[in-house]
């Protein structure tokens, strides 16, 4: 006589490893996202994964991420339920179990418009938005100024070298808020193409570019104003072919229109929300993009 099937809330949640790489993937596919198994490398290294696996024996039911920055923060992300076991409890119950595990240490995430409703019910309040933006990046090199003279750009950006990391991190502890070595550590080579901007020999901003299926995404972005975060993005779209994405703090209204101006196209945002926390820490007049909306 068989058993009754157990619940679908009572399954175990279990540590995610590498080795679960593709599962988490078909899980993104299931659900209409990008597979993004480049990106799945970095959060099952960087991050805690956790996971629940479907019982009918087809992979994972559910799974979500959370990238640990210290006691002051940890961002959640990757919070996904295959299809046919959505809309049960699934989702609420990971959360819980998340929650549950880093304690009292502040979280963060960004919710689409579908996942707010599930986070506000945990207690997460909303303290921002980004915009994302897709399409080609066409850029202004070619245009001249009102005397027909071409102007160089007024920033000067290069390709990250090893010997910037000390320099990197020490620049984007005070933007972001809280130490992020081991993912900045990671940056080269996730990344295909990392660039900084300098002035004096100093480091004043830094842009990574890294893989999605038949697109790049820019991020992360910092940067000590607006001049130097277009020169960063400039940089980057340069070096690529593919369509571009980018994630952007809407409280940045100068870069988002800069964007639109050449060429990206407006496409669906997310809200910021924070719990324990009432806002993100660090400074958001540099922070302009997120690495990724799974690690802030």
Avoid at 82 to 95: I, P, S, T
Avoid at 105 to 127: I, K, M, R
Avoid at 137 to 157: E, L
Avoid at 206 to 212: C, D, E, I, V
Wanted: glycine share 10%; net charge neutral.
């Amino acid at each position: 006589m068989h058993s009754p099937s157990p619940s679908l809330l009572d399954l175990p949640v279990r540590r995610l490893t590498r080795e679960d790489l593709v599962p988490c993937a078909d899980l993104c596919e299931d659900r209409g996202w990008p597979r993004d198994e480049h990106r799945w490398g970095l959060l099952l290294s960087a991050s805690t994964a956790y996971g629940v696996d479907a019982p009918d024996g087809k992979g994972l039911m559910a799974c979500c991420v959370v990238t640990s920055y210290g006691p002051g923060l940890a961002a959640v992300g990757m919070l996904l339920v295959a299809g046919r076991y959505a809309r049960q409890g699934v989702a609420r119950r990971l959360m819980r179990h998340v929650m549950k595990a880093v304690g009292s240490t502040p979280l963060a995430l960004y919710a689409t418009s579908q996942g707010a409703p599930l986070y506000e019910a945990l207690g997460f309040s909303h303290s921002g938005r980004a915009e994302r933006l897709e399409g080609r990046f066409v850029a202004d090199g070619a245009k001249a100024s009102g005397s027909g003279v071409h102007t160089r750009p007024a920033v000067r950006t290069r390709p990250a070298a090893a010997d910037d990391l000390r320099e990197l991190v020490g620049l984007d502890l005070p933007v972001f808020g809280t130490d992020r070595t081991h993912i900045i550590a990671r940056l080269p080579a996730f990344c295909d193409g990392l660039q900084v901007s300098e002035e004096n020999g100093e480091l004043t901003g830094y842009a990574g570019l890294w893989p999605s299926g038949n697109t790049h995404v820019i991020g992360p972005v910092i940067a000590r104003d607006t001049v130097t975060a277009k020169a960063l993005v400039t940089a980057l779209a340069a070096t690529t072919d593919r369509p571009l994405r980018i994630d952007v703090d809407a409280r940045h209204e100068e870069l988002l229109g800069w964007l639109e101006d050449r060429g990206m196209k407006p496409a669906a945002g997310t809200a910021v929300m924070t719990y324990g926390i009432p806002a993100l820490p660090g400074d958001a007049a540099r922070r302009f993009v997120p690495l990724t909306l799974a690690t802030g």
